[in-house]
């Protein structure tokens, strides 16, 4: 990146003449307009059918404003009443009592109307939807029936009865991708990650683009060709009933990983709902349809690269134990042959199903698609399992598609919520007289965990194990396996435990790096096993469950899918969660559903087309709907350098008369003096900045609670990484214009701006440390430090990232992300 410098004239702002004629409206016309409308809030009230004329009326009222001098019309005032909705998740008698308190705000004479129903039908005619096909099933023979049969063609069975039938959803791809490539941003965004910035490392592993799989479909080496990641799950509606839904959803691989994790991104592909799991024979051979079709070719239209043919590919599927289990028609993880990746049989004892670690072939026999194919049509034709394998599975009718390399083993349920999980029981939870029982130090790591504070990141900060494990989401699972737990078990478990423990949280950092080498994916696959087989004889075989054994798979799963993170089940979850937030009562919860996804898709549009970007409407829009501004859009951001920006306002450092400074102690001078390549005249101090989306604060910044995003890694010339705490970012300016005269004008001004660090130094082994201290050092993303009274001014773009800090026993325990993408 280089020197960051900034112009003084970059403060500059030049304002335009407000009384400029475009801005001043004529609010004659405007009554002549409102009149024009009347019959459109006649139609509004009736129930009359869409049409050309009624979508010129919407657009008339659109664009209104709600009374003379208002400050929003009438359609920025909807939408920003759906996005407050959206929000805050209103039921609908809320959404009433809403709109009456908005209408009684208003003056005598605005065009707000308070009538729920004509909000909703203000939306209906915006097309927030998709088209979807029902498909209906005789429930006694599973045959399809149409909607409007009084029997069964097959088994005669009457379905005038509405349990005798059900159905389930399929809502059109082809529509949502064409919606999604007519946005400004979505092929902009596939261009430019496929021509992203050179990998750090050629041969590594750094997306699920760089995977074998994705690299055997020549047809996605053309850039105007997309692929999928498939995830399936079960969702509960309500507490008191059975009755749930299983959305289908595709993410697309190649935009950034940023952007395929948002909802508006996600394309929703089918649901099946009801009291009981969906049958998979009847699931999902319309959505292999739809898959095959795609892959044919579409049409597309972009706003920047015009129209051109584009084909789609399913790459790979993510799920659960459970959803993979239905989606390939085999037994479920408790039953003989039950993994996915091998011909593991396993044992069964005790209400147990274990797979007991073989030294000789512990993964292995690996299964493949051929032979997983000839097992379905083997178990088909023998109406008998072969292998695990209940039956064909409709997905291997997919070109390209290889159901074995494909099937992802998801370390979100794999690991955090099944490994993480199970050890943490043991240990805290198992008869206390087992060797590796800790519980009766739990009051201690609990007061250890409350006085965690991870950067802003980590957005849950630790509860405690004793009342809120049984609580823990998958994030907490994932900060306690990755940050909290070696620093804190060190005092607690049993040396050789610890040791073995150990290994499961290094091979798991690793294969969630950013850029994986294969040096890395041999450390960790080798991790790994010895963690398994260390695991069995510790623990028990009755232990080792699918998802122990599963750990043997994980390191061949990044060489053919990519990096963990890339092909985890963390944003599908996110997205089920916000698909249940819409669902209010009872009642055609299908229909609620399919509004519910139509909002989360294609709300961003309307959102997007109806304000001005700057405007006041526009910011509470933003802040609604969680779309953050750009940094070049806040006020309190000023660009230092490419993705680099100080946040807030700069104060002067001023001298006393004695020569010192207020902030800035003389070690700290000396520090900035020993990096700036000229003497400062001004010296301005911030409290935070962004690099490349991630923010940074220093000591200064005291707003946050129960967080610290000031503890940074650095990297220095010819020096090896460092650690530190930023007390405060410092910019330095002295003039460039060769004028003598203290009231230059010129404005050529020097800046060179630096995060002001003290330095943690590596502490030393103590007789103080722990009998676990040897072992912890072997952890690579673990340093132990300690605070010192060096100072050192690092450049900006010398700044690495944040890490999670744990202060011990005198001793600062240091942790660094294995990635940047996955957030809480």
Request: charged share 20%.
């Amino acid at each position: 990146m280089g020197d960051l410098g900034l112009e003084e004239n970059d403060f500059n702002h030049h304002d335009g003449d407000s009384s400029d004629s475009e801005d001043c409206e004529d609010w004659e016309e405007l009554d002549d307009q409102r009149e024009s409308v009347t019959e459109a809030f006649s139609w509004f009230r009736s129930k009359g059918e869409k049409g050309s004329k009624s979508a010129d009326w919407s657009r008339k009222l659109e664009k209104m404003p709600l009374y003379p001098g208002a400050q929003l019309t009438y359609g920025e005032s909807m939408v920003l009443i759906m996005a407050f909705i959206l929000a805050h998740h209103l039921t609908s008698s809320a959404v009433v009592a809403l709109l009456t308190l908005i209408n009684l705000h208003t003056q005598w004479g605005s065009i707000f109307c308070a009538s729920k129903y004509i909000f909703d039908k203000f939306f209906s005619l915006m097309n927030l939807t998709f088209p979807v096909t029902r498909h209906y099933f005789c429930r006694a023979c599973f045959k399809n029936v149409s909607s409007d049969d009084k029997n069964c063609k097959a088994c005669n069975s009457d379905l005038s009865s509405s349990k005798a039938t059900f159905y389930f959803l399929e809502m059109s791809v082809l529509s949502q991708l064409e919606a999604k490539f007519r946005r400004k941003d979505f092929y902009e965004a596939i261009v430019q990650q496929r021509q992203r910035l050179q990998k750090k490392c050629p041969t590594a592993i750094e997306d699920i683009t760089d995977g074998l799989v994705y690299k055997s479909i020549h047809e996605l080496q053309d850039p105007r060709n997309i692929s999928f990641l498939m995830n399936t799950d079960g969702i509960k509606v309500f507490r008191s009933s059975n009755y749930g839904l299983w959305p289908v959803y595709y993410s697309i691989n190649e935009l950034p990983f940023s952007m395929r994790t948002r909802r508006e991104n996600i394309v929703f592909a089918g649901l099946w709902f009801g009291d009981w799991k969906p049958v998979m024979k009847l699931f999902l051979p319309p959505l292999v349809r739809s898959v095959k079709a795609l892959q044919n070719g579409f049409q597309v239209s972009t706003p920047n690269h015009g129209t051109f043919d584009c084909k789609a590919y399913l790459l790979a599927c993510t799920c659960d134990l459970q959803a993979k289990a239905l989606v390939m028609d085999m037994v479920a993880h408790n039953g003989y042959f039950g993994c996915a990746k091998c011909l593991q049989k396993g044992t069964h004892e005790g209400h147990r199903h274990q797979f007991p670690c073989d030294a000789d072939d512990a993964n292995g026999p690996l299964r493949s698609n051929a032979e997983n194919m000839a097992h379905g049509r083997e178990a088909f034709n023998q109406k008998s399992t072969v292998y695990g394998i209940k039956g064909p599975c409709f997905l291997n009718e997919v070109d390209h598609f290889d159901l074995i390399r494909g099937m992802s083993v998801d370390y979100m349920h794999g690991v955090l919520m099944g490994v993480t999980k199970a050890l943490m029981n043991l240990w805290f939870k198992s008869d206390r007289k087992n060797p590796y029982y800790c519980g009766h130090h739990l009051p201690e790591i609990d007061s250890i965990l409350q006085t965690i504070t991870p950067p802003m990141d980590i957005h849950r900060t630790p509860r405690g194990i004793t009342d809120h494990m049984q609580h823990w989401k998958a994030s907490e699972f994932r900060s306690w396996l990755l940050f909290y737990s070696l620093p804190i078990m060190q005092w607690y478990l049993p040396n050789v435990y610890f040791e073995n423990y150990s290994l499961l949280v290094t091979g798991i950092h690793l294969l969630l790096g950013e850029s994986i080498t294969e040096d890395n994916i041999s450390k960790a696959e080798d991790d790994l096993r010895q963690f398994v087989e260390g695991f069995q004889t510790l623990y028990g075989s009755k232990l080792v469950s699918l998802n122990v054994h599963n750990l043997l798979h994980y390191a061949q799963t990044v060489r053919e899918l990519g990096p963990l993170f890339g092909h985890s089940c963390f944003f599908f979850e996110d997205i089920n969660g916000q698909l249940l937030k819409l669902i209010h009562g009872t009642q055609a919860v299908e229909e609620q559903v399919l509004r519910a996804v139509a909002i989360l898709q294609k709300f961003s549009e309307v959102g997007e087309d109806c304000f001005v970007r700057g405007t006041d409407a526009r910011k509470l829009y933003d802040s609604l709907s969680k779309a953050a501004a750009t940094p070049e859009e806040r006020s309190n951001f000023t660009e230092l350098g490419h993705g680099v920006y100080s946040v807030g306002s700069l104060k002067e450092e001023k001298s006393k008369p004695d020569g010192t400074y207020n902030t800035m102690k003389k070690p700290h001078m000396e520090a900035l003096m020993a990096r700036v390549d000229f003497l400062p005249e001004r010296l301005m101090l911030y409290q935070r900045m962004m690099k490349n989306g991630e923010m940074v604060h220093s000591r200064l910044y005291t707003r946050p609670y129960r967080h610290n995003s000031y503890t940074i890694t650095y990297t220095l010339p010819d020096e090896d990484t460092g650690f530190g705490e930023v007390l405060y970012f410092v910019q330095a300016l002295t003039r460039t214009c060769g004028c003598l005269t203290q009231t230059c004008q010129c404005g050529q001004v020097t800046a060179r701006h630096f995060a002001l660090v003290q330095c943690l130094e590596p502490a030393v082994p103590s007789p103080d440390d722990s009998e676990n201290a040897s072992s912890l050092f072997s952890v690579p993303h673990i340093h132990k430090c300690k605070k010192t009274e060096e100072f050192k001014a690092v450049k900006l773009n010398e700044v690495v990232g944040k890490v999670v800090s744990l202060f011990l026993n005198g001793n600062s325990y240091l942790a660094t992300f294995p990635n940047r993408m996955e957030k809480d």
